[in-house]
């Protein structure tokens, strides 16, 4: 049974940084590709960053002050947050797709957890 479980979040202040992480079980995510996405209260999902083998890709508004990492041999998945700002906020997620090709678009990955609160107050 695929499992994917977020931890890391919490309350921070503005500029400050979280480190999210990702711990994958079930089967070995090596060749999927994986990422973060973030959901705000009254708001969309939305993608926040996703990798692969094959590339990387963030989201505009994360350029620069957040960075994805994996590390395969043991099935885990990383999302640095640095400069971090109140619209930031929101639950995030981490999800995987069985695919290598990086997407960006929330209906395209089958594997999803419980996500992780993030709260940056101003």
């Known amino acids: 049974q695929v499992q994917l479980v977020e931890s890391g979040g919490g309350l921070v202040q503005a500029g400050g940084s979280l480190r999210l992480s990702c711990a994958a079980s079930g089967r070995t995510f090596s060749s999927y590709a994986m990422g973060w996405f973030r959901q705000a209260p009254g708001k969309e999902r939305e993608f926040v960053a996703a990798?692969?083998?094959?590339?990387?890709l963030y989201a505009d508004f994360v350029k620069g002050r957040f960075t994805i990492s994996r590390d395969n041999a043991n099935n885990m998945m990383y999302l640095q947050m640095n400069s971090l700002k109140p619209e930031d906020t929101a639950v995030y997620y981490c999800?995987?797709?069985?695919?290598?090709?990086?997407?960006?678009?929330?209906?395209?990955?089958?594997?999803w957890g419980q996500g992780t609160q993030v709260t940056v107050s101003s």
């Open positions: 990798m692969s083998w094959m590339t990387t």
């Open positions: 999800a995987a797709r069985s695919s290598a090709v990086v997407l960006m678009t929330s209906p395209q990955y089958d594997y």
